[in-house]
């Protein structure tokens, strides 16, 4: 029997109640953002990770997927399980086809190895630039990973904070392969929207082969309202953020849930108030079904009718 390890002190649990969301997803809505964490005692986390999370695998993401109206998934393999991405295969597996998953790699990953991981329904792998995450990110490693994925297909995920963009897009628009950022790449929500560094960002996503993730307002507000409660107009100050690069990239925008929201301290979303953010930011049904349907159909199911 496998030892457990004690979560990391502060750690918040998953909303375990989720509210019946107002706004109703339209059919084919992919959640193109969501982790799964062990469970632990079937699927150990690394030693060198940064966090002990709750348990919550593959059942319990099915289960929300269910209540929320979600059809299909792409699971991002969690740091938690560091480049042991079995955890991830299993939930995409389980899926029977209608999910896709993200990996971690490492630079001396075998050709034989990734056509096992394309073969299993991966289409991408995650850099992670956090340095709360990660201790190092060395680009000459990254872009050997990057080579090798290329002939494949596959897509590198970007997480980041926009602060770090400067010194980082350089590298980034030297990849090989097409560009997904996550979170909208972490801007700081208390600066002007049209400010430079969000407009930065927007130049960044225009100039490249970039989609971008129009998810996590709760982990990048400062000032709410929060999802809970009933709130159905949460997180007001990253609306703009949002709506903006929907207005402009209608047709390289995704969603997710990020369940089961990692690492956050100050309080855990109700994941049905979270669906109800997604009419804030994608104010029309043609923005809303490129954003939930369209755009991620084409990105990880190519030629597939939903």
């Known amino acids: 029997m496998s030892v457990r390890s004690p979560r990391t002190p502060g750690w918040l649990d998953w909303y375990r109640d989720p509210s019946v969301p107002a706004f109703r997803l339209p059919s084919g809505t992919v959640d193109a953002h969501c982790h799964v964490f062990g469970p632990q005692a079937e699927f150990p986390f690394a030693p060198e990770r940064k966090y002990t999370p709750c348990d919550a695998g ?20 969690a740091t938690c399980h560091g480049a042991d991405n079995t955890a991830m295969l299993d939930a995409v597996r389980a899926a029977g086809g209608r999910a896709r998953g993200i990996a971690t790699v490492r630079p001396d990953i075998s050709d034989a190895e990734l056509r096992t991981l394309d073969a299993a329904g991966v289409r991408g792998v995650r850099f992670n630039f956090l340095r709360r995450l990660v201790s190092t990110s060395p680009k ?13 297909g596959w897509h590198i995920v970007l997480y980041f904070e926009s602060a770090d963009l400067p010194e980082l897009e350089g590298f980034f628009g030297s990849l090989p392969t097409p560009l997904v950022v996550d979170h909208m790449g972490r801007p700081d929500v208390t600066l002007p929207v049209g400010g430079p560094q969000f407009t930065r960002f927007l130049r960044f996503v225009a100039s490249n082969d970039v989609w971008v993730k129009v998810s996590c307002p709760e982990r990048l507000s400062v000032t709410g309202p929060a999802a809970l409660g009933g709130e159905r107009h949460a997180y007001t100050d990253v609306v703009p953020f949002g709506r903006r690069v929907v207005e402009e990239f209608g047709d390289r925008v995704l969603w997710g849930t990020d369940w089961p929201h990692p690492n956050l301290t100050d309080h855990m979303p109700d994941d049905g108030l979270l669906v109800d953010h997604v009419p804030q930011v994608a104010v029309t049904p043609g923005q809303q079904h490129r954003l939930l349907v369209d755009n991620p159909m084409s990105l990880y199911w190519p030629g597939e009718v939903v």
């Open 58 to 77: 593959k059942s319990e993401l099915a289960a929300l997927h269910s209540h929320l109206g979600i059809s299909r998934a792409v699971v991002v393999q």
């Open 140 to 152: 000459e490693d990254l872009a050997r990973i990057a080579e090798k994925v290329a002939p494949l």
